[in-house]
Structures are given as structure tokens and as C-alpha cells.
């Protein structure tokens, strides 16, 4: 219970959840018949969508303030990084809805990696982490770009937890957060930490306030791109809370997607990592909060615009050519999914600036 009432008090303070007035938006002035149909398309769309909650719980990692300040710090901190060139933050910048808008990244030393930096934004509530899924949750992930050698390139995790050990700053912090911890300063609180963090990076927008029941925070345009979004297809692999981040999929289910890029080298999705031969081509169909914003796109970030992210989906999952007129509808409605994020949780944390002093 104590927990729980943390949590909202989070929520509040990180001003999430918190009804955004209708403020200078011009009321429409909606007919009878307009609300009728709102409230129709209220109903179905809440067959396939789930508002968002405020945090993305976890039994196995209790949300807490200590954490969560904690993971923030290790978040934004190029100490994790061999050369201190990089933080988590530099391939996931929060102040860029949680991505680079790269195609693909540098890593400490500058060598580029050859797959797409998705957002951290609402990336807990998918239910494996990577193109690929093969990591299981956020503080899994969270290990691994530190050791990774074209990412954060440490040695190794004993490696990072010495160098964390020399910051007198930090083992306050990690005592804090995990007060109950003969050795507090550990990789495996520090994935606690950051998933924590994580945990707490929501991005509500006017489709949660919809979906919440103001039939008027979206306009009839908006809610005909989502209902040709509903009825094209797509929400057979981009439903729930964040419209993706669920099974892994076949892609692509129809044709070749190199075609579309000129990519010379295949991914092969999970394969690459298991090579298992029924791995081949399976990635996680990406979710789609603030897509607007999370340019280039795809596993490769090889397609620039939204609209041919979507012309290409219609394609090679759905063996379907869209229209521009489908395309123009269902952009629409993906623009209703980008969120106004508060300026505390884009902005680095005053802190940074002296743990290593
Ligand atoms: C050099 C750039 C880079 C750095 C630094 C980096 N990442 Fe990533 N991150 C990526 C790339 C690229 C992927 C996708 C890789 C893949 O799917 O194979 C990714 C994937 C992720 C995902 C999975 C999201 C999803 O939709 O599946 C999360 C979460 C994440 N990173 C968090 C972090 C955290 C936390 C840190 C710091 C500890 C970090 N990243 C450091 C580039 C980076
Ligand atoms: C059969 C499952 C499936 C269907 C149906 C599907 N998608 Fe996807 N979608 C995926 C997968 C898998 C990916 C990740 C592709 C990759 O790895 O490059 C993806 C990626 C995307 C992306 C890129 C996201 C990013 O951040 O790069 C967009 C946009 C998208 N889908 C929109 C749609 C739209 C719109 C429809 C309907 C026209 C649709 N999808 C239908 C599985 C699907």
C-alpha cells in the first residue's frame, strides 16, 4: 500500500496522469451525431487499446524514489561508458523522445552499430527488450549496451562496479536505494536502478484522455485514421497500451524488405542471435508512442518518413497496398500518440555534475 501511494505521488510529481486541460485548444463544437459516433468508436477502440497507466509496475523491481533517482543518474552518466564518451542517454536522448534520430548509433568510439536505437520511452511495457526480444525486460536490458563492445565498451561488469566503488557520491546513493544490501554498489542494483528509472518514463497523450472517456480530445479526422488503422489491420500486431511491444513477428510476412532500403546485408532478426532456422526474420513489432517523433524507422532506421514506414508495413505484413489517402488517415491518427513530455524528466539531473568529485 505504502508503494502504491509512492507510486501516484511519482506520477504526480513527475506530472504524468495529470489532466491536461483542453487549455488553448479551441473546443470543437460537436453535433449530436458527431458524439454518437465518437462514442461508437470509443467502444471498439477500447477492443484493442489500453490507456496508459502511470508507471509500468513490476513485482520483481518495487518502484521507489531512491532507485528511481539513482537510475537516472546512472542513466545520464558517461562514466558508464570505457572512455566516458557516452551515457545511455546519448543513443536515448530524453529530450528526443528517447532516441538520436540516427539510423543507427556511434558507440564510445565512434563505431556505428548496425541496428536502430528505439525509445526508452514506455519501452517496460513491451514484453521482451531489443529488434529481437532477446532481452526479457528493462533491467535485463539494461546490462548490456555497458559491456557491449561497439556500445558502452567496459571490460566487463566487475570492471564498471569498481569504477562505480571509487565515486563516494554513488555509494550513498546505492545505499539509499537499496538500504537492506550488505554491498550495495553492485551491477545488479545498478540494472534495478535504471529499470526502475525506466519504469517511471510514461508518455500519456490525447489518445489515453480518449481512451479515459473524453470523447473530445480527438477530433472525427483523428479517430477515422485510427479506424482505418483498426480496419486495415494493423492492431494485430500493434494493440495494448503501447500499439506493440508484444510477440515477436514474422517480418517480412509478404515480399522482401531490402527492397525497400537497398540493403545489401539481411537481418535476420532473432536468428542472429539464437541461429535456430524458424528464429529467421522474427523481430518485435515495434510500439508506436510518439512514432512522430522516433525517426528513422525500422530495425535498420533505413525509412525516413512515417508515411513510408506505413506504406511499407501495409505491404510486407499485410500484403496490402495503402493509399495515400490511407497512409495520409492513418499518420493522423499516429500523431495523437505523441505526448507532451514534462520538462523535470527530459532535464539531466543536478547531481551529475559532482559524484565524481
Ligand atoms: C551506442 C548507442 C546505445 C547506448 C549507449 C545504449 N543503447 Fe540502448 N539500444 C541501442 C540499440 C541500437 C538498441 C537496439 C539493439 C537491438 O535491438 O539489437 C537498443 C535497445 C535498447 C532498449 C530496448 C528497447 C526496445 O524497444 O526493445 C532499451 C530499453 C535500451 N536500449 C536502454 C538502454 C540503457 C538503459 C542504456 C544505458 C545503460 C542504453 N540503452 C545504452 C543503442 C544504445
Ligand atoms: C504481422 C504483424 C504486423 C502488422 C500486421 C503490422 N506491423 Fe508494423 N511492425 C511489425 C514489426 C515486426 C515491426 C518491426 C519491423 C522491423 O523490425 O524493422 C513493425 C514496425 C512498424 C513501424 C516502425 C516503428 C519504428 O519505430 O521504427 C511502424 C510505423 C508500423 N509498424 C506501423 C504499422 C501500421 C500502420 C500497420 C498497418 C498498416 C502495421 N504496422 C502492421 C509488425 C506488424
Redesign the pocket.
Known sequence: MKNLTWTLALALALGFGACKGSGDEKKEQTNPEEQTKKMELLERAKLYFKPLPAVALAEHNEITEEKVKLGKILYFDNKLSETGNISCNSCHDLNTFGVDNLPVSPGDDGTLGTR?S??VFNAAFHTTQF?DGRAKDVEEQAGMPITNPVEMMMVDEDYTVNRLKTSNAYADLFKAAFPNDADPVSFENLKLAIGAFERTLVTPSKFDEFLNGNIDAMSLEELSGMET?IT???I???KGEVL?GGA????P?FGS?EEFTGATVVDY?KYEETKVESDKHL??????RN?EK?Y??????K?ES?EE??RI??LT??N?T?SDKEIAS?VTF?KTLTADIPEDVKQAPDELLTIWQ
Open positions: 536502430n528505439p525509445t529488434w488503422f486495415t489491420g494493423c494485430a500486431c500493434h506493440g515477436l513477428q514474422k517480418f510476412l524488405y532478426g523481430f518485435k513489432p515495434q510500439s508506436l512514432v522516433t528513422p524507422y525500422m530495425h535498420d532506421g525509412v512515417l514506414a506505413v508495413m501495409g505484413s499485410l496490402k495503402l492513418i499516429l
